[in-house]
């Protein structure tokens, strides 16, 4: 069944130095426009219950209260369903929080990247630590019970000390949930120009490992529960959105560039904005790239997606094509398997965490 849908807003106030996501610069007559051919988008879908909707960006707080209204509006929810909404701090004040929650938004996620300032104007951030820690408390006072923050580590010319310093006041702060990822050098940014032109080095291997063990560690000790390869959170808080990805679950995708796995099909929209209006004003599904999934392609994904679940795993195929790779990574030490309730099930042991990568390469 499906009941998940992502929103995908490609606004940004300025293009941080590090990012490839879909996201441009805009005035409000282009967003204007973009909101009614999104919505319009939506109408091509059937009518759906959703348990999970994620505003995802791009900067989806850069949006007007009444948008991002006008879009819930089109959408079928209740009070239990998780409503995620992507925040960039300086994007909001206690006024527009005030508003996004009483129009139904109920889960924040947060943009912090990092309580640095020398680090938040490397990335070419927009916003200082006191905007973030502000943005967060604010969100607090007008009522929010489920915030997400998102790090980064293994920047360029960081060390230990300074991740070990950003988990320190991400604490302080105690949210329900965070994420932290490690920085991604991609071709096209500005970074990856500076890492070509020497300005910016890559962190070496063995140091973004020790820093990923003392986030693990230090995370555990503070009560976190590490669910998922890059995320962690309160007991119950898992970001159960996400989860459904990780589960290899349906969902709908929605907005320019975004993707989506609906009817056994896994699809990306057109990622310009000409030819994604045109799509929609013919009404038809302005898919860009379709693949149409085997059941062999499902089970491969399932295991790659669902091993990031670091408590349940992934469930025993019934595909014996997988028992050699079962076989392989659990004499290696990559995996475990667990039996109970008469189910087997595999999941990361941790020598398989810190090269999930490869043990994920195992089933393509
Ligand atoms: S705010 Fe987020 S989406 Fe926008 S440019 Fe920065 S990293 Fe990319």
């Known amino acids: 069944m499906i009941d998940a849908i992502y929103i995908h807003i490609p606004f940004c106030i300025r293009?941080?130095?590090?990012?490839?996501?879909?996201?441009?610069?805009?005035?409000?007559?282009?967003?204007?426009?973009?909101?009614?051919?999104?919505?319009?988008?939506?109408?091509?879908?059937?009518?759906?219950?959703y348990d999970t909707i994620y505003f995802?960006?791009?900067?989806?707080?850069?949006?007007?209260?009444?948008?991002?209204?006008?879009?819930?509006?089109?959408?079928?929810?209740?009070?239990?369903?998780?409503?995620?909404?992507?925040?960039?701090?300086?994007t909001v004040d206690e006024e527009k929080l005030k508003g996004l929650k009483k129009i139904g938004i109920n889960r924040l996620s947060i943009g912090i990247q990092t309580f640095n300032e020398e680090f938040l104007k490397k990335l070419g951030r927009i916003h200082s630590i006191d905007d973030?820690?502000?943005?967060?408390?604010?969100?607090r006072e007008v009522g929010f019970k489920n915030i997400s923050l998102d790090l980064m580590f293994s920047l360029p010319g960081q060390n230990i000390d300074d991740v070990e310093k950003d988990l320190d006041k991400l604490f302080l702060l105690n949210p329900e949930h965070f994420s932290i990822y490690s920085l991604i050098w991609e071709e096209g940014t500005l970074f990856y120009e500076k890492l070509l032109k020497g300005e910016y080095?890559?962190?070496?291997?063995?140091?973004?490992?020790?820093?990923?063990?003392?986030?693990?560690?230090?995370?555990?000790?503070?009560?976190?529960?590490?669910?998922?390869?890059?995320?962690?959170?309160?007991?119950?808080k898992e970001a159960r959105h996400n989860t459904k990805y990780w589960k290899n679950q349906e969902y709908i995708g929605v907005g320019l560039g975004a993707s989506g796995y609906f009817e056994d099909i896994r699809y990306k929209n057109f990622s310009n904005f000409k030819e994604y209006y045109e799509m929609i004003k013919k009404g038809i599904l302005p898919?860009?790239?379709?693949?149409?999934?085997?059941?062999?392609?499902?089970?491969?994904?399932?295991?790659?997606?669902?091993?990031?679940?670091?408590?349940?795993?992934?469930?025993?195929?019934s595909d014996k094509k997988f028992y050699k790779i079962y076989d392989k990574l659990l004499k290696d030490g990559y995996l475990k398997k667990i039996e109970s309730n008469g189910e087997i099930r595999y999941i990361l042991t941790e020598k398989g965490l810190f090269l999930a990568n490869e043990v994920f390469e195992e089933f393509v």
């Open 15 to 49: 293009k941080c130095g590090y990012c490839d996501f879909l996201s441009f610069q805009s005035n409000e007559i282009e967003r204007e426009k973009y909101i009614n051919e999104l919505i319009n988008e939506i109408k091509l879908y059937p009518k759906i219950k």
């Open 56 to 90: 995802g960006g791009g900067t989806p707080s850069i949006l007007k209260i009444e948008e991002i209204e006008k879009i819930l509006k089109e959408l079928s929810f209740d009070e239990n369903s998780e409503i995620t909404l992507e925040v960039n701090p300086k």
């Open 132 to 139: 973030g820690i502000n943005t967060y408390k604010m969100a």
């Open 201 to 236: 080095k890559e962190t070496d291997n063995s140091l973004e490992a020790d820093m990923y063990q003392m986030i693990i560690e230090k995370s555990k000790k503070q009560g976190y529960i590490h669910y998922e390869i890059s995320n962690f959170c309160r007991e119950g």
């Open 287 to 317: 898919r860009e790239d379709i693949e149409k999934v085997s059941e062999e392609q499902k089970e491969e994904y399932r295991h790659l997606v669902g091993l990031r679940l670091l408590k349940e795993g992934i469930l025993e195929s």
